[in-house]
């Protein structure tokens, strides 16, 4: 995705019901988190208003300045505990090592190969702590599903002024790669004034082929959960999430305490 500037529109549609997931994961994970594609900041504030630190990073610096705003009327206690970088979650270095890493909103779909994805993953097993914990979501297509589709939702800016959003997607069968096209129409008392256009692709995965590449990567699979309310995948789940830890070498190794 570009994600410019119709950024600020995003957390108008955005969904809550994940934010008690991966906060149970960090604060059970040593409270530490380091956050690819942290977008708006949608995840990382909720977490470090429990007190938990975040390092978040996306290439959009769009979303980067939303993340940035929203802090800016937090109380200095959670501004304090929330760090913004701009990198590719697929080429990312961080000397630090944390206990505990997440991809949410189907993040890792934007990694479009397979290169991409395997660069995604040992970047990140790199960076987390011997037995720490990896956790992240995808959506789960159905073969049978249409390889086109649109839909269209909306969102109130104040009391006169809304937001349309439109959204179409094509994908392609072969390769499982998704192009999405967003709308979103800024209107004011009924009369549309302004237009903003998004595009970019994402890749569906199948499960078997995650698991794999988590294999390759070195991660030991934890749990794979059909939901955040940790009910059990099943292919007639919405999405697929993933939970793994990077194996410990150490004789003294102490488990971090974690779902699974």
């Avoid at 290439?59 to 929330?82: C, D, G, I, Q, T």
């Avoid at 990077?246 to 305490?257: C, E, L, N, V």
Wanted: hydrophobic fraction near 35%.
């Amino acid at each position: 995705m570009n994600y410019g500037p119709a950024s600020k529109f995003y957390d108008l549609f955005s969904h809550k019901d994940d934010i008690a997931f991966y906060r149970d994961l960090a604060r059970n994970n040593g409270r530490r988190v380091l956050e690819l594609g942290v977008g708006t900041g949608r995840v990382a504030i909720e977490l470090a208003r429990s007190g938990i630190s975040v390092l978040g990073i996306d290439n959009s610096k769009y979303m980067l300045a939303v993340a940035e705003r929203k802090l800016e009327r937090e109380s200095v206690s959670v501004r304090e505990l929330v760090t913004l970088r701009l990198g590719d979650m697929r080429r990312f270095r961080s000397k630090m090592r944390f206990p505990f890493m997440c991809m949410a909103s189907q993040t890792f779909e934007h990694c479009l190969t397979e290169e991409d994805q395997k660069r995604c993953l040992k970047c990140a097993y790199s960076t987390l702590e011997e037995g720490g914990t990896l956790a992240f979501d995808v959506s789960q297509h159905r073969k049978s599903e249409p390889t086109g589709s649109w839909y269209i939702d909306s969102a109130k800016l104040s009391p006169q002024r809304k937001v349309v959003r439109t959204i179409f997607s094509k994908r392609d069968m072969e390769t499982n790669v998704v192009t999405l096209n967003l709308f979103f129409d800024v209107f004011h008392k009924g009369e549309m004034k302004v237009r903003f256009h998004e595009c970019g692709k994402a890749k569906i995965t199948e499960r078997e082929d995650i698991e794999r590449k988590l294999k390759e990567a070195g991660f030991s699979l934890r749990h794979v959960y059909g939901n955040y309310d940790l009910s059990e995948y099943s292919t007639r789940s919405e999405r697929m999430i993933f939970v793994a830890t990077k194996p410990s070498t150490s004789s003294d190794f102490r488990a971090h305490a974690q779902y699974g």
